[in-house]
T-cell receptor, first 111, second 112 residues
Framework: GQNIDQPTEMTATEGAIVQINCTYQ??????LFWYQQHAGEAPTFLSY????GLEEKGRFSSFLSRSKGYSYLLLKELQMKDSASYLC????????????FGGGTRVLVKP | DADVTQTPRNRITKTGKRIMLECSQT?????MYWYRQDPGLGLRLIYY???????NKGEISDGYSVSRQAQAKFSLSLESAIPNQTALYFC???????????FGDGTRLSIL
């Protein structure tokens, strides 16, 4: 089976940096996805990491360490619109690589 | 127009009723998924389909059934709705396992 852990909630100030951690346990590894989901809306894709290291996309960066079963999403120069839930997800190799999602981390950005 | 369209967007119904949620996509993806999301919880997979002839149960399939009528259409049915099936339901599509899933706008279902 698969297990994904991420913090439930984080609070940060506008303009600051927040790091959302995700640890996972899988039988095989085929990459890790991050999605953003505003309340009541559909999740939208942010990043996909399959190799170790940091990938940067504007204000958002995602890091992966396969040996540690660990990833983080880094949000820089926080804006109010970044208040949302951030979902970590990994494909389940034993089940056709369907995605298993973590419970999500709700980020609240305060002025 | 949305690439992944779910209908209806909202539905209120009574216990015991049969309900069908529909999903259609114009992305040309073979893979389609139905998820359920409860307040404060992540997405849980109900059913998934890798092509028209390949349908699989997810982690919470009890009480649900699906039909893949065509590559572009994937319907979710609740044969006899119960209150604890009240949730936000999402349909998603993907090209393969290494490509991101694209989600519809969701159906908010309330069962009284």
């Amino acid at each position: 089976g698969q297990n994904i852990d991420q913090p439930t909630e984080m609070t940060a100030t506008e303009g600051a940096i927040v790091q959302i951690n995700c640890t996972y346990q899988t039988s095989g590894f085929n990459g890790l996805f991050w999605y953003q989901q505003h309340a009541g809306e559909a999740p939208t894709f942010l990043s996909y990491n399959v190799l170790d290291g940091l990938e940067e996309k504007g204000r958002f960066s995602s890091f992966l360490s396969r040996s540690k079963g660990y990833s983080y999403l880094l949000l820089k120069e926080l804006q109010m619109k970044d208040s949302a839930s951030y979902l970590c997800a990994v494909p389940d190799e034993a089940a056709g690589n369907k995605l298993t999602f973590g419970g999500g981390t709700r980020v609240l950005v305060k002025p | 127009d949305a690439d992944v369209t779910q209908t209806p967007r909202n539905r209120i119904t009574k216990t015991g009723k049969r309900i069908m949620l529909e999903c259609s996509q114009t992305k040309g993806h073979d893979r389609m998924y139905w998820y359920r999301q409860d307040p404060g919880l992540g997405l849980r997979l109900i059913y998934y389909s890798f092509d028209v002839k390949d349908i699989n149960k997810g982690e919470i399939s009890d009480g649900y059934s699906v039909s893949r009528q065509a590559q572009a259409k994937f319907s979710l049915s609740l044969e006899s709705a119960i209150p604890n099936q009240t949730a936000l339901y999402f349909c998603a599509t993907s090209r393969d396992s290494y490509q991101p899933q694209h989600f519809g706008d969701g159906t908010r279902l309330s069962i009284l």
